[in-house]
C-alpha cells in the first residue's frame, strides 16, 4: 500500500460531493487524526491519546461503525509500527456488530493470524508481504519493505514482520533509518532498542554496546 492508512484515513474523512461545505465533524476527526499520529511518533505522550480521543468523538456522532473501525485500525497500525501490543477490544466490538471483510483481514495483518487472511481483500503491497511471510523470505522482504515510497507505510510493514516472523538486523536497520529520515522518535528508539537486543542475542557486544552508546548519547 503506497499511502499510509491515516492518509487513506483523511482522504475518506473529507471526501464530498460537489461544493458542498465540509460537516464539521469531518474537519474535526480529520485534523485530530493527524495530530494524533504526529505526536504518537513524536513519542509526545501526554498530547498523544486526547487528540485520538476526539477523532473518534467526532466521528462517532456520524454513526458510522465502519468509518470508526478505520479509525482503531489506523492506531493499531501504529502500534505496530512501532512495535507495540494494542487492546483490539472495540474493533472485535465492531467487528460483531457490522463486519467488513477488508478491515477484517488488516487487523489480522496486523495481529499476526497469517492462516486467517483472506489475501484477495489487502491492499496489493500488502498481499506481497503476506505471501513472503508465508513463505519466510525475510531478504526479499526488505527489498519489498524498502520500495514503499510512504514512510509509515514502511514502518508498519517493518513492524508486522519483526512482531511475528525471524528478522535479522537489515530490517531493524531499514526501520531506523526510516524512523531517523522523518525525526519520528518513538519508532527510532524501539528499533534502536530491538537492535541492541538483536546483538546481545547473539553475543555480538561491541556491537550492542556501540547501539548502548548511541542510545545514551540521544538521551541527552
Same mark, same amino acid.
Given at each position: 500500500?503506497?499511502?499510509?492508512?491515516?492518509?487513506?484515513?483523511?482522504?475518506?474523512?473529507?471526501?464530498?460531493?460537489?461544493?458542498?461545505?465540509?460537516?464539521?465533524?469531518?474537519?474535526?476527526?480529520?485534523? %485530530? =487524526?493527524?495530530?494524533? #499520529?504526529?505526536?504518537?511518533? @513524536?513519542?509526545? *505522550?501526554? !498530547?498523544?491519546?486526547?487528540?485520538?480521543?476526539?477523532?473518534?468523538?467526532?466521528?462517532?456522532?456520524?454513526?458510522?461503525?465502519?468509518?470508526?473501525?478505520?479509525?482503531?485500525?489506523?492506531?493499531?497500525?501504529?502500534?505496530?509500527?512501532?512495535?507495540?501490543?494494542?487492546?483490539?477490544?472495540?474493533?472485535?466490538?465492531?467487528?460483531?456488530?457490522?463486519?467488513?471483510?477488508?478491515?477484517?483481514?488488516?487487523?489480522?495483518?496486523?495481529?499476526?493470524?497469517?492462516?486467517?487472511?483472506?489475501?484477495?481483500?489487502?491492499?496489493?503491497?500488502?498481499?506481497?508481504?503476506? %505471501? =513472503?511471510?508465508?513463505? #519466510?523470505?525475510?531478504?526479499? @522482504?526488505?527489498? *519489498?519493505? !524498502?520500495?514503499?515510497?510512504?514512510?509509515?507505510?514502511?514502518?508498519?510493514?517493518?513492524?508486522?514482520?519483526?512482531?511475528?516472523?525471524?528478522?535479522?538486523?537489515?530490517?531493524?536497520?531499514?526501520?531506523?533509518?526510516?524512523?531517523?529520515?522523518?525525526?519520528?522518535?518513538?519508532?527510532?528508539?524501539?528499533?534502536?532498542?530491538?537492535?541492541?537486543?538483536?546483538?546481545l542475542d547473539r553475543q555480538?557486544?561491541?556491537?550492542?554496546?556501540?547501539?548502548?552508546?548511541?542510545?545514551d548519547l540521544l538521551k541527552?
Amino acid at each position: 500500500m503506497r499511502n499510509c492508512l491515516a492518509v487513506a484515513m483523511l482522504l475518506f474523512i473529507y471526501a464530498c460531493g460537489g461544493s458542498q461545505s465540509i460537516p464539521q465533524w469531518k474537519d474535526t476527526a480529520a485534523r %485530530q =487524526l493527524e495530530n494524533y #499520529k504526529i505526536n504518537f511518533l @513524536a513519542d509526545k *505522550e501526554d !498530547a498523544t491519546e486526547p487528540h485520538f480521543a476526539k477523532a473518534k468523538n467526532a466521528i462517532s456522532s456520524n454513526n458510522d461503525l465502519q468509518l470508526l473501525a478505520t479509525v482503531y485500525l489506523t492506531k493499531y497500525a501504529l502500534h505496530t509500527a512501532v512495535l507495540e501490543d494494542f487492546d483490539d477490544s472495540d474493533f472485535i466490538r465492531i467487528d460483531k456488530l457490522e463486519p467488513n471483510a477488508a478491515n477484517r483481514a488488516y487487523y489480522d495483518l496486523l495481529k499476526g493470524n497469517i492462516s486467517q487472511i483472506d489475501e484477495t481483500k489487502l491492499k496489493p503491497t500488502y498481499r506481497k508481504l503476506l %505471501q =513472503l511471510m508465508k513463505d #519466510k523470505n525475510l531478504s526479499a @522482504a526488505v527489498r *519489498e519493505i !524498502a520500495s514503499i515510497d510512504d514512510p509509515l507505510s514502511r514502518l508498519i510493514s517493518c513492524g508486522i514482520w519483526v512482531k511475528y516472523m525471524p528478522y535479522d538486523e537489515n530490517i531493524l536497520r531499514l526501520a531506523i533509518d526510516t524512523a531517523a529520515r522523518d525525526g519520528w522518535r518513538r519508532p527510532l528508539w524501539a528499533y534502536l532498542n530491538k537492535l541492541q537486543k538483536y546483538y546481545l542475542d547473539r553475543q555480538e557486544t561491541a556491537k550492542a554496546e556501540n547501539i548502548k552508546e548511541r542510545l545514551d548519547l540521544l538521551k541527552k
